[in-house]
Nanobody
Framework: QVQLVESGGGLVQAGGSLRLSCAAS????????MGWFRQAPGKEREFVAA????????YYADSVKGRFTISRDNAKDTVYLLMNSLKAEDTAVYYC???????????????????WGQGTQVTVSS
């Protein structure tokens, strides 16, 4: 099992930036991919970005492509989500998650991720 702790959320004006962090501990060597998801009030959890741990290969939802960047620091077992040009519709609780199965990251779905963090709130004011 991998324990995940997110941080970095907060209140930001539209057009601003935030960087979320997700620190992993436990059986991190079993991690195949890391993902970021978000859930807005009254909406389903949606995929944001994913990263293949070994290669750093990334994949993004169309809604954030070109604005968000997922990256990792292997030495710190930490994955980041840099969010630029934030919009009001980016407001949500953001979760990081870890997947073990070697499925192409573009095909990973929420149910493929076995370990989840507690989430961090991001609020974008317009």
């Amino acid at each position: 099992q991998v324990q995940l702790v997110e941080s970095g959320g907060g209140l930001v004006q539209a057009g601003g930036s935030l960087r979320l962090s997700c620190a992993a501990s436990g059986r991190t060597f079993s991690t195949y991919a890391m993902g970021w998801f978000r859930q807005a009030p009254g909406k389903e959890r949606e995929f944001v970005a994913a990263l293949k741990w070994s290669s750093g290969y990334t994949y993004y939802a169309d809604s954030v492509k070109g604005r968000f960047t997922i990256s990792r620091d292997n030495a710190k077992d930490t994955v980041y989500l840099l969010m630029n040009s934030l919009k009001a519709e980016d407001t949500a609780v953001y979760y990081c998650a870890a997947a073990r199965d070697p499925i192409p990251i573009s095909r990973l779905r929420a149910y493929d991720y076995g370990d989840w963090g507690q989430g961090t709130q991001v609020t974008v004011s317009s």
